[in-house]
């Protein structure tokens, strides 16, 4: 049984930690806690869910909710970033937030407020260990985000662009007088960022099936304390964060009913903040190569 | 008067109060976004006065007031010790908890909501909202007005100035926390019935952008962001569908255009040709120079 939940557990904690990567690359790089990433989540589930209601077979249906997503944060890009650079320290903030309403109302507007399943076309199959069921949709998603971040860290820490982003992190100013074409990379942040949130959307959805316009919310929510409890702006702080919030969750369902999830998870992350505001692996930001 | 316009103006008033809740911590540099939890406190602990004690709402509003600061302040404390966004994000995880603790308070009615029995009018509303209002405004007039100025547009300048920066944002902080949970006790006391679920995330992100729409610089931004973006929505009632999707593209627009806010403390200098002590920013002398 607690076997079982800690495989559950993990399961949900590798989609946390997807959205927490991508909230935590915005803030290493640019300082921009993006509030757009939840929808990003969302756009990701839910065209997912419109492109295969469509009659499209699922991987091009996830492939094309994967490109909706890049145009979204091309155009979330413009609107908190590049045409708001020098503005207030809240602006990019604001905007982000009212990205959030609006991509969540469009999805209303466009294809109602209801629940709706995700009927990917290939049927459950389980693996099964000793007691513990595995579904390979989780397998596959566990598997692939933690290649995706890897992938993420060596782009980070061996290339030219990986070079040019921790020099933005450090300092933007001095990025553009070293000859860092900012115009050029900071859209390739929000991008890989978005990339980051929908990928978790698409697992969500083919592995719990459901979808919804206001799911990016919750997991957003969860994803935010994640980044906060692992250290903000630190890859594999993240990482641990979002594994840690899936199983607390998960076993405080187990244990004390369903009712006492945000308490937990909420209640964790304030007692983190309280004792060690920086999160867990403080220190190691993005400049200093941590991410 | 119809219920609809008495309805539309409690709203109105409520809002203008949390937005001055929002409007302290923000003129400080400071962002609160678990704004809802701090008002839900005020309603939950003024309710609770009310009801169990029979104290009178005008004496019940302000203790959970008081509450609702006594809460900020043992957060604020800790948290401040870190520079940035972390307590932007401590006063997020604190609503969140609100909310989730809220939900299985069975003593205060739990997921059922919380009926209240003391009733309070539009003109008991009103008047919290114009005393909230002209407090601030009084406050915003005395040293504290310029220090805090002085603390969101540089702390260490701010700090060298001899002013005591952490001791500020706590005092504001704190302040707005009171004035959110006096809003949630109006609002409780109207309307007669609290459910946790009205104090969630989206209440917070929704009054923090009226202030940002509004503008930080002077006080009279919060009191028109409220007012614009309680009524306007109200005109385009007849596209349910469309309209959080107009109100959020006009927020992006808005930003773009003038992310300083709607009132700043030039623009109301060149209209009434009067000096507000509270306006001496870069901000606002780039826009006398324009």
């Not at chain 2, 069975?106 to 002209?134: D, E, H, Q």
């Not at chain 2, 679920?197 to 009054?207: A, D, G, H, M, R």
């Not at chain 2, 973006?229 to 109200?234: A, R, S």
């Amino acid at each position: 049984m607690l076997g079982q939940q800690i495989v559950n557990g993990v399961m949900l904690g590798s989609v946390y930690a997807m959205v927490a990567v991508a909230l935590t690359l915005s803030i290493g790089v640019l300082n921009f806690l993006n509030f757009s990433i939840p929808a990003m989540f969302m756009i990701g589930g839910m065209a997912t869910w419109a492109f295969i209601h469509a009659g499209l077979p699922w991987p091009l249906a996830v492939a094309a909710a994967l490109v909706v997503v890049g145009i979204a944060s091309l155009i979330v890009e413009l609107f908190t970033w590049r045409w708001m650079r020098g503005a207030d320290k809240f602006v990019p903030l604001v905007s982000s937030m009212a990205f959030l309403i609006l991509f969540e109302h469009l999805a209303i507007a466009l294809y109602g407020s209801d629940l709706r399943t995700v009927n990917a076309g290939f049927s459950q199959v389980d693996l099964r260990f000793g007691g513990l069921v595995v579904g390979i949709p989780q397998l596959i998603g566990l598997v692939g985000s933690i290649v995706l971040i890897w992938c993420l860290s060596l782009l980070l820490n061996r290339t030219q662009l990986g070079r040019a982003l921790r020099t933005i992190a450090e300092d933007s100013d001095t990025a553009l007088l070293l000859g860092v074409n900012i115009n050029r990379v900071v859209p390739i942040v929000f991008v890989v960022a978005g990339a980051f949130a929908a990928f978790a959307g698409v697992i969500f959805a083919l592995n719990y099936r459901q979808v919804h316009p206001f799911m990016g919310e919750v997991v957003g929510l969860k994803g935010i304390s994640a980044m906060i409890i692992g250290g903000m702006g630190n890859i594999w702080g993240s990482i641990v964060g979002g594994l840690v919030i899936g199983l607390v969750e998960v076993l405080a369902i187990g244990y004390f009913g369903a009712d006492f999830v945000d308490i937990a998870v909420f209640g964790l992350l304030l007692l983190i903040l309280f004792f060690r505001p920086t999160g867990l692996f403080a220190g190691m930001t993005a400049a200093r190569g941590g991410i | 008067m119809s219920g609809y316009l008495e309805g539309i103006l409690v709203l109105l008033a409520v809002n203008i109060v949390y937005a001055y809740g929002a409007f302290l911590p923000l003129a400080a540099g400071q962002l609160n976004i678990g704004l809802a939890g701090f008002a839900a406190i005020g309603a939950y602990s003024s309710a609770y006065v009310s009801n169990v004690y029979g104290i009178h709402p005008l004496i019940a509003i302000p203790i959970g007031g008081v509450v609702a600061a006594l809460i900020a302040l043992v957060v604020a404390v800790p948290v401040l010790r870190t520079r940035g966004i972390y307590l932007a994000l401590a006063t997020f995880a604190l609503g969140q908890v609100v909310q989730a603790s809220l939900l299985n308070m069975n003593v205060v009615g739990g997921a059922a909501g919380y009926p209240v029995t003391a009733f309070i009018r539009l003109p008991v509303v009103v008047g919290f909202a114009v005393v909230v209002m002209l407090l601030v405004w009084l406050l915003f007039t005395t040293r504290f007005g310029i220090a805090a100025r002085a603390v969101h547009d540089d702390e260490r300048v701010a700090d060298l100035m001899g002013i005591e920066v952490r001791g500020f944002q706590v005092a504001a902080f704190a302040l707005g926390s009171l004035i959110s949970g006096i809003g949630g006790g109006i609002y409780a006391h109207h309307f007669s019935f609290i459910e946790a679920q009205y104090f969630n995330i989206t209440l917070s992100i929704t009054i923090v952008l009226y202030v940002l729409l509004g503008g930080t610089q002077t006080v009279f931004g919060p009191l028109i962001g409220a007012a614009v973006f309680t009524l306007l929505p109200e005109l385009l009632r007849g596209s349910a569908n469309w309209r959080y999707v107009v109100f959020a593209a006009g927020i992006i627009v808005l930003m773009a255009l003038r992310p300083q806010g709607l009132i700043t403390g030039g623009m109301l200098r060149r209209l009434f040709d009067w000096r507000d002590p509270f306006a001496k920013s870069p901000d606002a002398a780039k826009e006398r120079a324009t």
